[in-house]
């Protein structure tokens, strides 16, 4: 009997594990602003001072902001980061300045749709372009160069 009860305690302490592991997993956290002092989590430079799309990542439960895109995608394809990481956050460029994106306003970066390899700039020279729908990148691709990819097709600079 005394076994019986153990097991059925064991059972629901390992029941409760799991699901709160499947609620932890589930949780979705949403991009925040980046403010004038935010620094880059790649070369530690003021984020809102350059040019070009920003990225955002949730690394460990944690908002880590980048200046340039190709330093979010360099973070995120880092073997170290890749398990880490729970969430992608990107401008949308197509409806962004390119010189001043606006810091509170970002899209899903694994659904997004880059430009890699265009003639624009971002704050640490080529980044990639980033686009909510894949039109917009094409068309950004035909005006600026470079070829449409999707997250998992861009490799580490």
Same mark, same amino acid.
């Given at each position: /009997? $005394?076994?019986?009860?153990? =097991?059925?305690?064991?059972?629901?302490? %390992?029941?409760?594990?799991?699901?709160?592991?499947?609620?932890?997993? @589930?949780?979705? +956290?949403?991009?925040?602003?980046?403010?004038?002092?935010?620094? &880059?989590?790649? &070369?530690?430079?003021?984020?809102? !001072?350059?040019?070009?799309? *920003?990225?955002? $990542?949730?690394?460990?439960?944690?908002?880590? *902001?980048?200046?340039?895109?190709?330093?979010?995608?360099?973070?995120?394809?880092?073997?170290?980061?890749?398990? !880490?990481?729970?969430?992608? %956050?990107?401008?949308? /460029? $197509?409806?962004?300045?390119?010189?001043?994106?606006?810091?509170?306003?970002?899209?899903? #970066?694994? *659904?997004?749709?880059?430009?890699?390899?265009?003639? =624009?700039?971002?704050? /640490? #020279?080529?980044?990639?372009?980033?686009?909510?729908?894949?039109?917009? $990148? =094409?068309?950004? @691709?035909?005006?600026?160069? #470079? =070829?449409? *990819?999707? +997250?998992?097709?861009?490799?580490?600079?």
């Amino acid at each position: /009997m $005394a076994k019986a009860i153990i =097991k059925n305690i064991l059972t629901i302490l %390992f029941c409760t594990l799991i699901a709160a592991c499947a609620m932890e997993e @589930a949780e979705v +956290l949403q991009a925040t602003m980046i403010d004038s002092g935010d620094e &880059c989590q790649v &070369c530690g430079m003021l984020i809102n !001072r350059l040019p070009g799309p *920003k990225g955002q $990542a949730i690394f460990d439960h944690q908002h880590v *902001k980048f200046c340039s895109t190709r330093d979010m995608v360099s973070f995120y394809n880092d073997e170290e980061n890749t398990h !880490r990481v729970s969430q992608l %956050f990107v401008h949308d /460029m $197509a409806n962004n300045d390119w010189q001043q994106p606006n810091p509170s306003h970002f899209i899903d #970066g694994g *659904k997004a749709w880059y430009v890699d390899g265009s003639s =624009k700039t971002g704050g /640490m #020279g080529p980044t990639f372009a980033s686009f909510l729908h894949e039109e917009d $990148a =094409k068309k950004f @691709a035909k005006e600026f160069g #470079g =070829k449409v *990819k999707t +997250l998992s097709q861009l490799s580490q600079p």
